[in-house]
């Protein structure tokens, strides 16, 4: 079953607006992480949060991660029509061993029109 | 980080036939994970691949259905067996990539007609 929920399930935007996608998730985590995928291919490791961390930045990149209230967000600032793609969130509860694989939510569709 | 190399890319299947989806990492490791996403959805883990024993199954997924070869640390094979239109999705394999997240293979797409 899917771990959790994203918000908005589709987002258009026009390009250098910034795109907030938000996750709540419903387990405990070892970490949290965002992916991307364009046009249904492989999946791309963006960034990875862990359950100690509260914010984090790579590039144009900003998570957050609220243990208290299960929930992640991904902010992309200064879009452009490229990051138009599929974001999902994963949670990883893993503690080693047979436990680790990711569980995902169920993506938001963003748009970035020229 | 890994890279995989995931093969075909997308095949049209008779129903009733069966296909199997190979994917070559690397580099060795010791898991490999197997993803479906059906149309318009979200990734559904079907099994994960330890080299030397059995696939270990997701709720819902058989290995009658969906057998899984793990010959060595850096290839595994899924069939996807006496298919249906219902099969019909993305298959993506995945490797852990130490605290970096995971890598995935770039998917197949099959239709199942």
């Known amino acids: 079953s899917q771990q959790g929920e994203e918000d908005p399930q589709a987002l258009s935007i026009q390009e250098g607006e910034n795109a907030t996608m938000n996750c709540s998730y419903k387990?405990?985590?070892?970490?949290l992480q965002w992916y991307r995928q364009n046009s249904g291919r492989g999946l791309v490791h963006l960034i990875l949060?862990?359950?100690?961390?509260r914010e984090k930045h790579s590039g144009r990149l900003r998570v957050t991660l609220d243990t208290s209230k299960k929930s992640s967000s991904l902010l992309i600032t200064a879009s452009r029509a490229a990051d138009t793609a599929s974001y999902f969130c994963?949670?990883?509860?893993?503690?080693?061993?047979?436990?680790?694989?990711?569980?995902f939510g169920k993506g938001t569709l963003l748009t970035v029109n020229p | 980080s890994a890279v995989i190399s995931q093969k075909p890319s997308r095949d049209i299947c008779q129903r009733g036939t069966s296909l199997t989806i190979q994917c070559q990492v690397d580099?060795?490791?010791?898991?490999m994970f197997w993803y479906r996403q059906q149309p318009g959805q979200s990734l559904t883990l079907i099994a994960t691949?330890?080299?030397?024993?059995?696939?270990?199954?997701e709720s819902g997924f058989v290995i009658d259905k969906f057998p899984i070869s793990r010959p060595n640390l850096t290839f595994s094979t899924l069939t996807v067996s006496n298919m249906s239109p219902e099969d019909s999705s993305i298959y993506l394999c995945?490797?852990?990539?130490?605290?970096?997240?995971?890598?995935f293979g770039s998917g197949t797409r099959l239709t199942v007609v």
């Open positions: 691949a330890n080299q030397g024993s059995e696939a270990t199954y």
């Open positions: 995945s490797v852990r990539t130490g605290g970096r997240g995971y890598t």
């Open positions: 580099s060795q490791v010791t898991m």
């Open positions: 994963a949670t990883d509860g893993g503690s080693g061993g047979s436990n680790y694989k990711l569980t």
């Open positions: 387990t405990s985590i070892n970490n």
């Open positions: 949060i862990r359950s100690n961390e």
